[in-house]
């Protein structure tokens, strides 16, 4: 009789995939939750934190004054078109490749998310009193932010392997721009939007272990090269917008407090380069948790 491994998969051609660990999916879950703390302990419980955030908040009006109606336009649309691009998507996906519970677990999460997103924005205090000139009301996470991410994430979530890299940083950059958006028009500050993504990204990855396991027949990488969705030119974008952004946002946080004053946008683009870094960086960490532990090997 011939027995089979239950950690692996036998698929076309004579090749395996290794069964799905569940433990780095969890580590990047703690890792999301452990953002989202941090963010909120030093952009709301620190003096230091709670002026950069503000000052960019404040400097967002310089903005706004020049590209602040398109903005505005995106934000309004944003809501009806987050939800038509994960309910289209997901329906055509569910539909033609039958992967119902993917579709589902993909909803749930992107409920969920969004529902995390008020509780915490109900529960928490009003910001405390640190010196700095400020409303006290709560408004961490942004919700507009987290509606745009867990849609971006809803549609990562079912499509296929070789497509999760070029719909990682699509959706990526669908978050990022909305989140900036908000920034401009000065709905949220930056710290709001990095949360935002910080509970989409909790959610999606313990949604991403679940589609992966109930779907090994189709949850197969089999590498970068066989499509041009499945490029690391995806994930390489996305590690370049990191880079830069995060030198950016180093190198004017250096001239304001070597020179003692700033630009009337320098604590703006900071703020503008920290969404950039959360967004791409947690792009890159979904593409590699939802490609890697699938990758085909060749059985001997």
Same mark, same amino acid.
């Not at 395996?16 to 703690?30: E, H, I, K």
């Not at 979530?157 to 401009?184: C, D, E, K, N, Q």
């Not at 949604?207 to 990488?221: E, I, Q």
């Not at 066989?226 to 370049?240: C, D, E, I, N, P």
């Given at each position: ?79 009806? &078109?987050?939800?038509?691009? #994960? $309910?289209?998507? +997901?329906?055509? %996906?569910?539909?033609? /490749?039958? @992967?119902?519970? !993917? *579709? ?41 932010? &987290?509606?745009?991410?867990? #849609? $971006?994430?809803? +549609?990562?979530? %079912?499509?296929?392997? /070789?497509? @999760?890299?070029? !719909? *990682? ?50 949850? +197969? ?80």
């Amino acid at each position: 009789m011939k027995n089979s491994s239950p950690h692996h998969r036998t698929g076309p051609r004579g090749r395996t995939a290794a069964r799905v660990a569940a433990w780095p999916f969890l580590g990047a879950a703690l890792i999301a939750l452990a953002g989202l703390l941090l963010s909120y302990r030093f952009f709301i419980e620190t003096t230091t934190g709670q002026f950069i955030d503000e000052s960019a908040l404040v400097e967002a009006a310089v903005v706004r004054r020049r590209i602040g109606v398109q903005t505005a336009q995106v934000l309004d649309l944003l809501p009806v &078109t987050s939800v038509v691009i #994960a $309910a289209v998507v +997901v329906l055509f %996906v569910t539909l033609a /490749r039958r @992967r119902w519970k !993917a *579709a589902g677990i993909a909803l749930i999460a992107m409920a969920a998310a969004n529902l995390t997103t008020q509780v915490i924005k109900v529960g928490l205090p009003d910001r405390p009193a640190l010196g700095i000139n400020t409303l006290a009301l709560n408004s961490l996470p942004s919700g507009h932010s &987290t509606l745009a991410a867990s #849609a $971006a994430a809803a +549609v990562f979530l %079912v499509v296929s392997p /070789r497509w @999760r890299p070029a !719909a *990682a940083f699509m959706g990526g950059s669908y978050a990022i721009i909305a989140g900036i958006s908000t920034l401009i028009n000065q709905w949220h500050r930056p710290a709001d939007v990095v949360a935002a993504f910080f509970v989409v990204a909790f959610w999606s990855v313990l949604a991403g272990l679940l589609v992966l396991r109930s779907g090994p027949g189709w949850n +197969v990488w089999l590498g970068s090269k066989q499509h041009w969705a499945s490029s690391r030119g995806w994930t390489a974008l996305a590690v370049v917008a990191v880079l830069l952004a995060g030198a950016a946002a180093t190198l004017v946080l250096r001239h304001v407090s070597a020179n003692g004053g700033a630009s009337s946008v320098s604590y703006f683009l900071v703020g503008v380069a920290q969404i950039v870094v959360a967004g791409y960086g947690l792009t890159i960490a979904g593409t590699l948790l939802l490609t890697l532990p699938v990758r085909r090997r060749s059985s001997r």
